[in-house]
């Protein structure tokens, strides 16, 4: 194995450790030691990787969330953006399961803002969140999303729904099959992105002009 790769391995075994320790019992409770012991290495491998706690933690952050981007991008290639959001939420979801410890704490740093990651995690966010703005703009440009759409907070909303919605999923509902999570939470987001129906448009039930009414 060459040296590069070495080092790319004991930095996964690092992560995975960190996130798990973190994930159970806090970032402040979780020590150097702890997070050595758990990915089996000595205690002067997580500083010569990454400083410092905090710093193995920025790129934790930095690491999962990239990972997240590239599934977003990989599962939404070629496909027509009416599509392509279904494709979000489903790989998010994903990823979602298999990263489940991560998970977890990407939903619990995410929105604090009293934390010395908090630039960290502001630039980790605007990856993820442009790469789904990718996908809304087009289908507005496509008109298959409503033309007046504010793409930033499209954006956003999804994949904060997707976020907490899996989350909850994973903790308290872990029975349900993803493909059912992934049907109800599409439906609701797709709702909300379609075009509103014409001005002229009678709604199904009300009266058609010239009925009597009463």
């Known amino acids: 194995m060459k040296q590069a790769d070495r080092r790319d391995a004991t930095r996964d075994k690092l992560y995975a450790a960190a996130v798990e320790l973190i994930a159970e019992q806090g970032f402040a409770a979780t020590t150097v030691d702890a997070i050595a012991d758990r990915a089996g290495v000595a205690k002067g491998t997580v500083y010569y990787n990454f400083g410092s706690k905090t710093g193995l ?12 981007t590239e599934r977003l991008r990989a599962a939404t290639a070629g496909l027509p953006p009416a599509e392509a959001v279904t494709a979000l939420v489903a790989a998010q979801l994903a990823y979602l399961r298999d990263y489940r410890a991560f998970a977890q704490l990407l939903l619990s740093e995410m929105w604090r803002t009293n934390n010395q990651w908090h630039q960290t995690v502001a630039l980790v966010r605007g990856e993820v969140i442009g790469t789904i703005g990718e996908v809304i703009a087009a289908g507005v440009a496509a ?8 793409v930033g907070l499209a954006a956003s909303a999804l994949f904060g729904v997707a976020l907490v919605v899996g989350v909850d999923w994973l903790v308290f509902q872990p029975e349900r099959d993803i493909d059912d999570v992934l049907a109800g939470l599409s439906a609701i987001v797709t709702s909300r992105l379609r075009p509103a129906s014409s001005a002229g448009d009678i709604p199904s039930g009300d009266p058609t002009p010239g009925d009597t009414v009463g």
Not at 143 to 150: K, S, V, Y
Request: aromatic share 10%.
């Open 57 to 68: 933690f920025e790129q934790l952050l930095t690491h999962g969330v990239a990972r997240l």
């Open 143 to 150: 008109g298959d999303f409503a033309a007046d759409l504010d």
